[in-house]
């Protein structure tokens, strides 16, 4: 049996060696791949087994867990690969919800509840609530950013410093380096009478709607067609940051078919090459060795979605959460030292720092 992938072999009583591809595995061996070669094995297996049977193993519960970048009392904060959906509605199995009750109760009697939501195509920090009161109280606080209020200034303080950023690529570059978009937002039906799809709601009061608000800062340069953009949504509304970047600025974001699909049927990707505006040279892109065009960057044929929740600011909900239900007047001594505030990072699916390095730190 050939050897394909970079790897070692333990051989009974003998040390730890590396193999080459061109070597044969002999019997009793041992092998140990890499940790992405086995989570990409068992993220496929969700993608197959229904739900009424999702029994997670140890080792997909090992996979599971170590997607949790943070955990205490109160809440879960999760780093969300994409393709996976959050919320399970049939005929959708194996979403995060199911899954983080499968694997991720931590000894409490139910598993997390989901706080806000990510689309199924994009990734990064997905919060969840580990009891009731935080569950409720985390779902007041994002229902509007920074609108929660409370008895304690504390806890309103935290509330007003709460935000959430993301990272997208979109296909051109808006009119305005930063700015504010508020546009309404309303949800349709296609023709087929079966699809729904949320557009900018038009300016009548006969049609509902929901405020939506999203800040928007351009991270740099317009290279090969693209853009690197940040986005602070301040309000949670289905599609609310594909709509305003794809309708509101003109400008969707890559692998967003569903609100971007013509501009996508006129975008011409790479290797053109764009104009660097100080020097009025052309961009000299530094291709990373060994990169694969087929994972879903800027370089394949069909991009994946290019949105990442990247960064979370909220409060500390386990240091106020008996104050907020009343249970005590002041947070507990033993708490007190606790921060205020709880900051998180995520780093950005493989898709997307392909693109990152192609277009960012990859420049010349």
């Known amino acids: 049996m050939n050897?394909?992938?970079?790897?070692?072999?333990?051989?009974?009583?003998t040390a730890r060696v590396q193999i080459k591809p061109s070597d044969v595995m002999e019997v009793g061996a041992r092998i140990h791949i890499p940790v992405s070669v086995a989570e990409t094995a068992i993220s496929k297996r969700f993608d197959t087994i229904p739900s009424g049977t999702l029994y997670p193993n140890a080792d997909e519960i090992e996979y599971l867990q170590r997607l949790v970048k943070y955990k205490d009392s109160a809440l879960l904060v999760l780093n969300k690969p994409p393709k996976v959906p959050v919320k399970g509605n049939m005929p959708i199995h194996n979403s995060m919800d199911a899954l983080a009750a499968a694997a991720l109760s931590y000894g409490y009697d139910e598993g997390p509840k989901l706080v806000h939501r990510l689309d199924r195509e994009s990734s990064g920090l997905l919060l969840m609530g580990r009891t009731k009161e935080s569950i409720a109280h985390l779902q007041s606080l994002f229902s509007y950013i920074n609108r929660a209020q409370s008895k304690c200034q504390a806890w309103n303080d935290a509330c007003k410093a709460t935000?959430?950023?993301y990272w997208a690529l979109v296909i051109g570059s808006p009119k305005d380096k930063e700015g504010l978009i508020s546009?309404?937002?309303?949800?349709?039906?296609?023709?087929d009478g079966k699809t729904e799809r949320v557009v900018l709601a038009q300016h009548s009061r006969l049609e509902p709607s929901q405020e939506a608000v999203t800040e928007y800062r351009v991270l740099g340069p317009t290279i090969n067609g693209c853009s690197w953009i940040e986005l602070c949504p301040l309000t949670s509304r289905k599609h609310q940051l594909r709509v305003h970047c794809a309708e509101a600025l003109g400008t969707p974001i890559v692998g967003d078919y569903k609100y971007g699909w013509f501009v996508h049927r006129r975008w011409k990707q790479m290797p053109?090459?764009?104009i660097e505006p100080s020097s009025g040279k052309p961009y000299k892109l530094r291709w990373p060795e060994g990169v694969d065009i087929q994972k879903g960057s800027v370089l394949a044929k069909v991009p994946l979605l290019h949105l990442h929740c990247r960064e979370l600011v909220l409060p500390n909900i386990a240091k106020f959460i008996d104050v907020l239900d009343g249970k005590s007047e002041n947070v507990h001594p033993a708490l007190s030292t606790r921060p205020d505030l709880l900051r998180f990072v995520a780093s950005?699916?493989?898709?997307?720092?392909?693109?990152?390095?192609?277009?960012?730190?990859?420049?010349?």
């Open 272 to 274: 053109r090459v764009d």
């Open 163 to 165: 935000y959430q950023r």
């Open 348 to 364: 950005m699916p493989s898709h997307m720092k392909i693109s990152w390095n192609l277009m960012s730190s990859f420049l010349v």
């Open 3 to 13: 050897l394909l992938f970079h790897a070692s072999v333990m051989h009974y009583n």
């Open 183 to 191: 546009a309404r937002l309303s949800k349709v039906l296609l023709d």
